[in-house]
Structures are given as structure tokens and as C-alpha cells.
């Protein structure tokens, strides 16, 4: 045991001593002109590699594909990240998929000073195995260590993530991870998951026969995506404890991206599911046709459950109206020059302060959602109620890589009005509840490092959803609802 310990020990001191003479080679293509003559003494290392690499292209793209992942990583990656850091990872990733065992056999040896040179000699020490899928593997491994949501997409994920949505059809659940594993966060009603009897809580296993266990909920949901009238497998643990297979046909479902309605007591309701280009005009349309229908709303219930965000502009926009000022965001890049702040513009509408506002959140809000939410309670502006958001607090452009692979990057960080990352730390409710049990929250930050307000209930959307239910109560009570919004109640009252 201790002689393996001293190996693995050797190992990593090789690898990030490889890893440190990549800065240069991961940067340069040494591309001899044509009428070079041949060197007379010793051939060139870099010629030979190349000449290698020409005679293999499965070996020359999936060099290229590495080289060409760290450096966008190394130059955009919102933290900061040495170039010859990220190779060293590579190197020790890649060596794990092809074994361990060929890479000590090769390193006492090993001269080469370029990732090029390192593929070739791991490769050449285990022939066996198919160079590409394993620098693909290595790759997802080191875009798996930068942050919780950055992603690497392998030809065939890229693929279906960019497939247009008209080619693309659902069986109705959105999922959720929670303590590791894939949930059912949310069934739509109709939908035929929701006639399979899937529900809340239910837990995914399996997609076609392949495990989701460990995969990013972008994957698993373009998994999930497919033409409809196609059949999509999934082995799924009931809540009840029972495990089955269901075999379930993909259907076209239109799912409005703004919905609303009138709560009892005079309170509006207006769920989004998404930030879109169009959001605003939705909800603009939504909400001024629920008040033409009626006299002006006591109260308006916003609910941003299971919204993972969409278009940052959007959120923006949205949080604009309802705050008379100050600050709204804050995105900072890797440098701060590379900072934006938005702030709110001054007005007197209906929105800005006069309406009484109660925001539902949950583990799945993400992203832009959460700072919408994060700003109205920086500003006092509304109360939160539900479980603590996701804590996505990052922009994630996506960056196409050679061969159709793609690259989700965190580029930027969103702080809140109150000068405090969303990222890791997400949206502590005011009023927090387990299952139908509502708490308040006197600490934000001590309820979000001992886990108090995570655990999330899918958006339930109608009878039996007690968070809707006691944001309804709660507007319809203004002198509650005012304590609450200025900090003043130190307890809840009974139900």
C-alpha cells in the first residue's frame, strides 16, 4: 500500500511537471514552410509529431480538440486559470482513461514538451483503446473541476442541444437534481409523463437504458428531447419505492411561457417559466388583461419556481419595473474593466412600489431568475417565499469547439445590489418552507451554509400548493405583509 501511495505520488509530480512545460506548446503549431530543407543531423521532434499526427486523424484531432478547449478555457473562463494548470489536469485525466500503468511505464522516458507529443506517447502505450472518446472523457473531467455548471458537449450533446424547437418534442416533466441524484421536479399536466402516473419527487434512474447518475441537467434534458411521436425509455424509482421501465412517446407541447390568473381576495398571479426575448411583452400583456378584467390587484404573486433563467436583459427589464431605483445587477468579468452595473430608471407606475409583491422561488431557480429575485429583496421591495434558489449566479455562453463539440463556459459572475455573489450562495427566502411547513428566515446567510431552506418540492401550480397559498394570505394581509417586508416580524403567525 504505502509503494502504490509513493507511485500515485510520482504520478502527479510527473504530470504537473509535464503540465508546466505546455504553456508554450499548447500555444504554438509549428508549420515548417514548404522548401525547408531536411535537417542534415537530428530530425525534429516537432516534425515527427506532426508527420504522426498526419498519419493518424483520429490522433491530430483530438490534439487539436484538447489543444483548443484549454486555451478558450485558459483565456475566458471567469476565474482565472493558468494554461499549464489545466493541461496538467488533462494530462493526469487523460492517463486515468487510458490507465495508469502505460503512463508510469512511459514517464521515466517521456521527453516531448507538447500536448501533442504527451497524447502520442499515452496513446502509443495503449493502443487498444480508441484516442478520442478518452481525450473527450479527459476533457469533460477537467470542465467538470472549473465550477458546478460549466459543461463539455461531445458531438452527438452538442447536437441535440442545438436542435431547433421545432424539431423537438417532450414527454412533460422538468427535472431537478437534488443531493446528487435526478428528480422529477415538475409534471405538466396532459403531458405523457403525467398519464404514465410519474409525479413530483419520483426519481430518475436511467434515459434509454444509460444511467443519468453524474450528468448535467442540460444533457438530461435534450436526452429527454427527441422528433416528435418517438419513444423515449425511462427507469424511474417511484416515491412509493417501486422501480420501473416506462415507455413513454415524445408529443409536441406548447407550454406558455407566461401564464396568469386571479388568486381569491382580489390577488393576481403570473408564473414565468422562462426569460425570453418576448418575456416582457407577455408579461406586460398578462398582467394589464388580468387588471382589465377586474378592478386594480391587491397584491401580485410572481412565480419564478423551476425558472432556470434565459436571457439576462430580460431579467433586467423585469426587475426595472417594479423598483423606482438603484441598483440591479452587477456582472464582473475576469477583469474590472470587464464590469457592467444596471440600474433601475426612475418612474411612477403602478408596479414600482404601490403593489403589494410576493416572489416564489426554489431549488430550481436559476441564473437570471435569481437575480430577479435577489434584487426586490435587496431593495424591500418584495417578500420571498418557497426554498433557496440554485445559486447559478453566472453567465454560461455556449462555444462551439472543432468537430460540432460545444463548450457551456462560465464567462461572468452576477452580484446582487447588496454587493454579494449569487454564485454558490443563490437566494435565501424570507419565508422558507419543508413541504407544508412555512418557517421565517432571521439569517440569510447562516440558514444557506447550514442547508435550513434546500430542500425543493416541485412547483405545484394550483390546489394543494401551500407556498402559493400562503403568499395569497400574505398579500391579502397588509399589515403582515408590510412587517415582514421591513424586517420588523420576529415570528410567523399560526396558520
Keep these: 500500500m504505502a509503494k502504490r501511495g509513493t507511485e500515485d505520488a510520482g504520478l502527479r509530480r510527473g504530470?504537473?511537471?509535464?503540465?508546466?512545460?505546455?504553456?508554450?506548446?499548447?500555444?504554438?503549431?509549428?508549420t515548417p514552410p514548404a522548401d525547408t530543407p531536411a535537417a542534415e543531423s537530428e530530425p525534429d521532434s516537432g516534425l515527427a509529431e506532426a508527420a504522426l499526427i498526419t498519419a493518424d486523424p483520429q490522433l491530430g484531432f483530438a490534439t487539436r480538440l484538447a489543444e483548443e478547449t484549454l486555451s478558450r478555457i485558459s483565456r475566458q473562463h471567469v476565474t482565472p486559470v493558468r494554461l499549464e494548470s489545466l493541461s496538467a489536469q488533462f494530462v493526469e485525466q487523460l492517463a486515468d482513461e487510458l490507465g495508469a500503468g502505460p503512463w508510469r511505464?512511459?514517464?521515466?522516458?517521456?521527453?516531448?514538451?507538447?500536448?501533442?507529443?504527451?497524447?502520442?506517447?499515452?496513446?502509443?502505450?495503449?493502443?487498444?483503446?480508441?484516442?478520442?472518446p478518452a481525450v473527450e472523457q479527459a476533457l469533460a473531467g477537467v470542465v467538470r473541476q472549473l465550477d458546478s455548471d460549466s459543461i463539455y458537449f461531445d458531438r452527438h450533446q452538442f447536437a441535440l442541444l442545438r436542435r431547433p424547437p421545432?424539431?423537438?418534442?417532450?414527454?412533460?416533466?422538468?427535472?431537478?437534481?437534488?443531493?446528487?441524484?435526478?428528480?422529477?421536479?415538475?409534471?405538466?399536466?396532459?403531458?405523457?409523463?403525467?398519464?404514465?402516473?410519474?409525479?413530483?419527487?419520483?426519481?430518475?434512474?436511467?434515459?434509454?437504458?444509460?444511467?443519468?447518475?453524474?450528468?448535467?441537467?442540460?444533457?438530461?434534458?435534450?436526452?429527454?428531447?427527441?422528433?416528435?411521436?418517438?419513444?423515449?425509455a425511462l427507469r424511474v424509482r417511484f416515491d412509493r419505492g417501486d422501480i420501473r421501465t416506462l415507455h413513454l412517446q415524445r408529443q409536441a407541447l406548447e407550454l406558455p411561457r407566461v401564464e396568469g390568473r386571479w388568486l381569491d381576495r382580489g390577488i393576481a398571479y403570473v408564473r414565468l417559466r422562462t426569460l425570453s426575448q418576448t418575456t416582457l411583452e407577455e408579461f406586460n400583456e398578462i398582467f394589464l388583461g388580468l387588471i382589465h378584467r377586474q378592478q386594480a390587484p391587491r397584491g401580485l404573486v410572481l412565480d419564478l419556481r423551476n425558472n432556470r433563467g434565459g436571457i439576462l436583459d430580460s431579467a433586467v427589464q423585469l426587475t426595472d419595473m417594479f423598483l423606482a431605483g438603484g441598483t440591479i445587477l452587477t456582472v464582473r468579468g475576469r477583469k474590472e474593466s470587464d464590469s457592467t452595473r444596471y440600474v433601475a430608471r426612475p418612474r411612477s407606475e403602478i408596479l414600482e412600489q404601490r403593489l403589494p409583491l410576493a416572489?416564489?422561488?426554489?431549488?430550481?431557480?436559476?441564473?437570471?431568475?435569481?437575480?430577479?429575485?435577489?434584487?426586490?429583496?435587496?431593495?424591500?421591495?418584495?417578500?420571498?417565499?418557497?426554498?433557496?434558489?440554485?445559486?447559478?449566479?453566472?453567465?454560461?455562453?455556449?462555444?462551439?469547439?472543432?468537430?460540432?463539440?460545444?463548450?457551456?463556459?462560465?464567462?461572468?459572475?452576477?452580484?446582487?445590489?447588496?454587493?454579494?455573489?449569487?454564485?454558490?450562495?443563490?437566494?435565501?427566502?424570507?419565508?422558507?418552507?419543508?413541504d407544508t411547513r412555512a418557517r421565517l428566515i432571521p439569517d440569510a446567510d447562516d440558514a444557506a451554509a447550514t442547508g435550513q431552506c434546500d430542500r425543493t418540492p416541485g412547483a405545484r401550480d394550483g390546489e394543494g400548493d401551500p407556498v402559493l397559498e400562503w403568499a395569497g394570505d400574505l398579500l391579502a394581509d397588509k399589515r403582515l405583509y408590510r412587517e415582514l417586508r421591513e424586517g420588523r416580524l420576529a415570528t410567523l403567525p399560526s396558520p
Excluded at 504530470?15 to 509549428?30: D, S
Aim: proline share 6%; hydrophobic share 40%.
Design 359 to 434: 416572489l416564489l422561488i426554489n431549488g430550481e431557480t436559476a441564473a437570471g431568475a435569481e437575480s430577479l429575485a435577489a434584487a426586490l429583496q435587496d431593495h424591500r421591495r418584495a417578500v420571498i417565499l418557497g426554498q433557496r434558489s440554485r445559486g447559478e449566479g453566472r453567465l454560461y455562453p455556449v462555444f462551439q469547439l472543432p468537430g460540432e463539440r460545444g463548450l457551456k463556459l462560465a464567462t461572468g459572475q452576477l452580484y446582487r445590489p447588496a454587493e454579494r455573489p449569487i454564485a454558490g450562495h443563490g437566494v435565501v427566502p424570507d419565508i422558507c418552507f419543508d
Design 166 to 232: 421545432q424539431q423537438s418534442a417532450g414527454i412533460g416533466v422538468l427535472t431537478a437534481s437534488r443531493d446528487g441524484r435526478v428528480v422529477i421536479g415538475e409534471v405538466i399536466r396532459g403531458g405523457p409523463a403525467e398519464q404514465a402516473g410519474l409525479k413530483s419527487g419520483d426519481l430518475l434512474l436511467a434515459i434509454d437504458g444509460q444511467s443519468v447518475a453524474g450528468q448535467p441537467q442540460d444533457v438530461i434534458r435534450t436526452r429527454l428531447h427527441g422528433p416528435a411521436g418517438s419513444t423515449v
Design 105 to 132: 511505464e512511459a514517464r521515466p522516458t517521456l521527453q516531448e514538451t507538447t500536448l501533442a507529443g504527451i497524447v502520442k506517447t499515452l496513446h502509443q502505450h495503449h493502443p487498444g483503446r480508441p484516442i478520442l
Design 15 to 30: 504530470a504537473l511537471l509535464v503540465g508546466g512545460l505546455l504553456l508554450v506548446a499548447c500555444t504554438r503549431t509549428p
